[in-house]
């Protein structure tokens, strides 16, 4: 099993252009989530799926969009992108109380 | 809303133990969580102890909990320079297991 995934790995964009993250979960887990992860903090919810069909907001959710494109994958879109959002991208799942993480994407936006 | 927070830094010398702290403010948080995180890595879930709970031990991981002063503690005994990291506490409160972190602990282990 992969476990969670994430792609890409690595992304530069500049101030204004859109992109997708991809995530997707092996587990057949019911939930996913979208964590922000900035220099010095902790993680931040920004968005979470509790199960295949419904994604609702979560600390942070200004400047994004999310779409549970089916139970396996959970994904998230920046629509014009700003540096302020920047940071490290974490997707996770869950079924139980066991919230598992991938490994991540590193967004750089200039 | 829930607020979690940790010291910043901790430094111990290897083979000894080490203790993590973390002070959370919503007394319905019902699953307490440490997770590791290595350098460019993501997030390794090492234990969670629900808030019914006391005491949790997983071989060298120890976890107290006191809720009445709402602290949670993680006890790595024997530390180990493989041990070096940032430790993340998390709260979770409800069926959707949303967490809510703490800025994490950066643990420095000394030869």
């Known amino acids: 099993n992969a476990g969670v995934t994430q792609t890409p790995k690595f992304q530069v964009l500049k101030t204004g252009q859109s992109m997708t993250l991809q995530c997707a979960q092996d587990m057949n887990h019911n939930s996913m989530y979208w964590y922000r992860q900035d220099p010095g903090m902790g993680l931040r919810l920004i968005y979470y799926?509790?199960?295949?069909?419904?994604?609702d907001k979560g600390e942070v959710p200004n400047g994004y969009n999310v779409s549970r494109l089916n139970k396996r994958e959970f994904s998230l879109r920046l629509e014009s992108a700003a540096p302020s959002q920047t940071s490290v991208y974490f997707c996770a799942s869950s079924e139980d109380v066991r919230p598992f993480f991938g490994p991540g994407t590193r967004l750089t936006v200039l | 809303g829930e607020d979690v927070e940790q010291s910043l830094f901790l430094s111990v010398r290897e083979g000894d133990s080490s203790v993590i702290n973390c002070t959370y403010t919503?007394?319905?948080?019902?699953?307490l969580y440490w997770y590791k995180q290595e350098p460019g890595a993501g997030l390794q879930l090492l234990t969670y102890?629900?808030?019914?709970?006391d005491m949790k031990q997983d071989q060298r991981l120890t976890v107290l909990l006191n809720k009445k002063d709402k602290h949670l503690s993680l006890r790595i005994a024997d530390t180990q320079t493989g041990d070096s990291a940032i430790y993340f506490c998390a709260a979770g409160g409800d069926s959707s297991y949303k967490l809510i972190f703490g800025s994490g602990t950066r643990l420095l282990v000394r030869p």
């Open positions: 102890i629900f808030s019914n709970m």
């Open positions: 799926s509790a199960s295949e069909g419904t994604t």
């Open positions: 919503d007394s319905s948080s019902t699953y």
